[in-house]
């Protein structure tokens, strides 16, 4: 049925199988998928400082990037694997990053800008449900 083959259509998009785009209609917004930057990042360089404003999401496409968000007594790393969302946040408004977020190996990640975000949740509010539950994750 045209359903079924819609559903085999969406699946081979690497993107159907993150958490932040799990359900969501990629077809109907691929114009604004494609207008999202994808930075390469090689080990050691950092994505963002400490201090510094963001108000994109990042997707991490490849590679792993972390974040030391502990102190030198209680160290507390997060790790960013391919399909996790950095920043997401950002969506509510512009944040301030507590701690650097690094990549630990080559990696590359797809930058979501607010505006573009918004009106992809316009398009399909599975998407808005999907950014609802990673913040909830954090």
């Given amino acids: 049925s045209l359903k079924d083959s819609r559903k085999k259509a969406e699946s081979t998009n690497p993107l159907s199988t993150t958490p932040l785009f799990k359900d969501v209609d990629l077809d109907a917004m691929e114009d604004l998928l494609d207008a999202c930057a994808v930075y390469e990042l090689k080990a050691g360089e950092a994505l963002l400082a400490a201090g510094e404003k963001n108000n994109e999401t990042y997707l991490v496409l490849n590679g792993r990037l972390q974040a030391d968000l502990g102190t030198a007594e209680a160290p507390r790393i997060m790790t960013f694997e391919p399909r996790q969302t950095i920043g997401e946040i950002s969506v509510l408004g512009?944040?301030?990053?507590?701690?650097?977020?690094?990549?630990?190996?080559?990696?590359?990640?797809?930058?979501?800008?607010?505006?573009?975000?918004?009106?992809?949740?316009?398009?399909?509010?599975?998407?808005?449900?999907?950014?609802?539950?990673?913040?909830?994750?954090?």
């Fill in 94 to 138: 512009e944040s301030t990053m507590s701690a650097p977020v690094v990549a630990t190996e080559e990696a590359v990640v797809m930058a979501i800008t607010p505006d573009a975000m918004w009106a992809m949740m316009e398009i399909d509010a599975v998407l808005a449900r999907n950014v609802l539950s990673l913040l909830a994750q954090r």
